[in-house]
């Protein structure tokens, strides 16, 4: 069976981490042999990929950059039919390192990320290079994979690449045990209680994902009505997200869980999924949530809003904005959409098909 490398910095609990493991499954299924090869052997998901049975083989380097020359001593040893990567830093080792080993293998890099709005917020040097890096590199790839429209218009316009050489595959996130999981019992003592509706959010505590906003939003939907929140997720930002929902007066309706390893049995049993993002690449629990029939309010902030249909399956609000955000959550939670349009749509979104558009972008 041809072998198929997904390479990544490590096994954090990341979309970019979860969707490659997902697509390791799902190539298995179609007759592959999946390995992961990582920067560094660290992350929640290392316990996911050996329960699914897949290889982990770290390059042991303590930076991306410093990967370089490991990675092109891994291809010559283990010589996979194809390369996906997953990571724009990653990308562009993966490309440099088949020209440096001269192997066969096919670079197929995958982009999830608004790299101008990203470089935009981080404002480090090295985004300054990045633009002309990706322009040179890039199209030596066999193949550039988007997860959405809106990351492919961007990458095109931030590294001036043809559009027409970018192909658009959604991450694959509907997984045949995905109402299993969702069933699994929910331990948090606020989703087992139904006379409060609880809205739930997760992410990364970064800046990116704007929960000052999405705090500001519950507090006006506290005002008005019985309604609690959660937050999933870790990051440099708890200690100020803390701080401002003391503030906002609503401490006792709001709390962060922390990091789960699989949010869906608390997505099963909320109200609504709330996302607040700044800009997103795809939006893997936007689908998660409509898998579970559960209505979705988002910021207008890329991936969601084409999930989301432009807001044919969902609310859409404009960035940064707490009032719109608030009034949408509290016309979701007054006008659920129907559960069963909602998992419809989330069909889309299935492993088996995204495995079948990259066989086919592969073929």
Not at 101 to 130: C, D
Request: glycine share 6%; net charge positive.
């Amino acid at each position: 069976m041809p072998t198929i490398a997904f390479y990544l910095p490590d096994l954090t609990g990341g979309g970019a981490e979860r969707t490659l493991l997902r697509l390791a499954v799902g190539f298995r299924v179609s007759g592959w042999t999946p390995r992961l090869v990582v920067d560094r052997a660290r992350g929640e998901l290392l316990d996911s990929a050996r329960a699914d049975a897949i290889p982990v083989d770290s390059l042991d380097a303590s930076r991306t950059l410093r990967a370089l020359p490991k990675l092109v001593g891994w291809l010559h040893e283990h010589r996979p039919a194809v390369l996906l990567s997953g990571i724009t830093h990653n990308n562009l080792i993966a490309v440099w390192a088949r020209a440096l080993a001269r192997v066969p293998t096919r670079i197929m890099l995958s982009e999830r990320t608004v790299l101008s709005a990203h470089a935009r917020m981080h404002g480090r040097w090295q985004y300054r290079v990045l633009p002309r890096l990706c322009a040179l590199t890039y199209p030596h790839a066999a193949a550039v994979v988007a997860v959405s429209n809106s990351v492919a218009d961007d990458l095109a316009a931030y590294a001036h690449l043809d559009r027409r050489t970018i192909t658009v595959i959604p991450d694959p996130v509907v997984t045949p045990d995905l109402a299993q999981r969702a069933a699994v019992p929910c331990q948090h003592p606020w989703l087992n209680d139904a006379r409060i509706p609880v809205i739930v959010a997760a992410g990364r505590l970064e800046p990116v994902k704007d929960f000052p906003t999405l705090l500001e939003a519950f507090a006006l939907v506290r005002r008005q009505r019985p309604v609690r929140l959660l937050i999933l997720g870790e990051g440099s930002k708890r200690r100020e997200l803390l701080d401002l929902r003391d503030r906002l007066g609503v401490g006792a309706d709001v709390e962060l869980p922390g990091f789960q390893a699989d949010p869906l049995p608390f997505f099963a049993r909320a109200a609504v999924l709330a996302v607040s993002s700044r800009h997103e690449g795809f939006g893997l629990t936007v689908v998660e949530a409509l898998a579970c029939g559960v209505s979705v309010v988002s910021t207008n902030c890329g991936g969601p809003a084409e999930i989301l249909a432009n807001g044919r399956f969902g609310w859409l609000t404009p960035v940064g904005d707490a009032a719109a955000l608030g009034a949408a959550l509290a016309d979701a939670l007054d006008h659920p959409t129907a559960s069963a349009r909602l998992r419809s749509r989330s069909q889309d979104y299935t492993v088996a098909a995204m495995t079948q558009h990259y066989l086919n972008l592969f073929t």
